[in-house]
C-alpha cells in the first residue's frame, strides 16, 4: 500500500504538466485563430461600413429579437456605454431602431430594421461561404468533433465570464495570489 500513496503524487505532477502543456498549446492556436477571424470579420465587415461589434449586434438583434440595451451588453460582453455607442452607429445608419419598452418606461426596446436584417444576413451569408469552403477539407465526422469541441470550450469560457471572471484583475485565477 505504501508504493500506491507514494506514487499517486508522482502521478498527480506528471497529469498537471500534460495539463500544463495541453493549455500551452490551446492557448497557442487559440490566439493564432483568434488573429486570423479578428482580421478576417473585419476585413470581410468594414466592406459593409459597419465594425465588427456592430455587426455582432446585428447578428444578435436578429436571432434573438428585440432586446433592451442591458440585455444587448450583457450577450455582447460590453458595459452598457460601450453598447450605446454601438447602437447610437447602427440607429444613425437606420440598422437598429428604439423604441419605449412596453412594460418598462424607463428602458428602450432595441429592434433590428428591414435594412439591419438584410445587412447581417448579407455578412452571414459571405461568412458562411468562406466557412464553407475551409471545411470542405475535413470529414463531417472532423468537422462535427469541432462543433462540439469548440461549442464546450465557448461555454466554459462564457460561464467563466458570466462568474465575473472576465472583468479585468477582479478575480484572480487558480494558483494567483491575490494582489
Known amino acids: 500500500?505504501?508504493?500506491?500513496?507514494?506514487?499517486?503524487?508522482?502521478?498527480?505532477?506528471?497529469?498537471?504538466?500534460?495539463?500544463?502543456?495541453?493549455t500551452a498549446a490551446l492557448h497557442g492556436v487559440l490566439q493564432e485563430l483568434k488573429r486570423v477571424y479578428q482580421f478576417r470579420d473585419r476585413d470581410r465587415i468594414c466592406c459593409h461600413d459597419i465594425s465588427v461589434t456592430q455587426s455582432w449586434a446585428l447578428e444578435v438583434l436578429v436571432g434573438k429579437g428585440d432586446l433592451t440595451l442591458n440585455e444587448l451588453a450583457a450577450?455582447?460582453?460590453?458595459?452598457?456605454?460601450?453598447?450605446?455607442?454601438?447602437?447610437?452607429?447602427?440607429?444613425?445608419?437606420?440598422?437598429?431602431?428604439?423604441?419605449?419598452?412596453?412594460?418598462?418606461?424607463?428602458?428602450?426596446?432595441?429592434?433590428?430594421?428591414?435594412?439591419?436584417?438584410?445587412?447581417q444576413g448579407l455578412i452571414e451569408k459571405e461568412m458562411l461561404a468562406q466557412e464553407r469552403m475551409l471545411l470542405s477539407d475535413f470529414d463531417h465526422e472532423v468537422?462535427?468533433?469541432?462543433?462540439?469541441?469548440?461549442?464546450?470550450?465557448?461555454?466554459?469560457?462564457?460561464?467563466?465570464?458570466?462568474?465575473?471572471?472576465?472583468?479585468?484583475?477582479?478575480v484572480p485565477l487558480p494558483g494567483q495570489e491575490e494582489r
Do not use: F
Not at 4 to 15: D, G, I, L, V
Not at 92 to 97: C, N, P, T
Not at 109 to 117: E, I, N
Not at 151 to 158: C, D, F, I, N, Q
Open 75 to 119: 450577450e455582447l460582453y460590453l458595459d452598457k456605454s460601450t453598447a450605446s455607442r454601438v447602437v447610437n452607429a447602427l440607429e444613425r445608419k437606420g440598422y437598429v431602431e428604439r423604441a419605449r419598452h412596453p412594460e418598462d418606461g424607463r428602458a428602450v426596446r432595441l429592434s433590428v430594421t428591414k435594412a439591419g436584417a438584410g445587412l
Open 143 to 170: 468537422r462535427e468533433s469541432m462543433v462540439q469541441l469548440i461549442g464546450r470550450l465557448s461555454e466554459a469560457a462564457a460561464s467563466w465570464i458570466v462568474a465575473g471572471g472576465g472583468s479585468c484583475c477582479s
Open 1 to 22: 500500500m505504501a508504493g500506491t500513496t507514494a506514487s499517486k503524487p508522482q502521478h498527480e505532477r506528471q497529469a498537471a504538466r500534460v495539463l500544463d502543456a495541453d
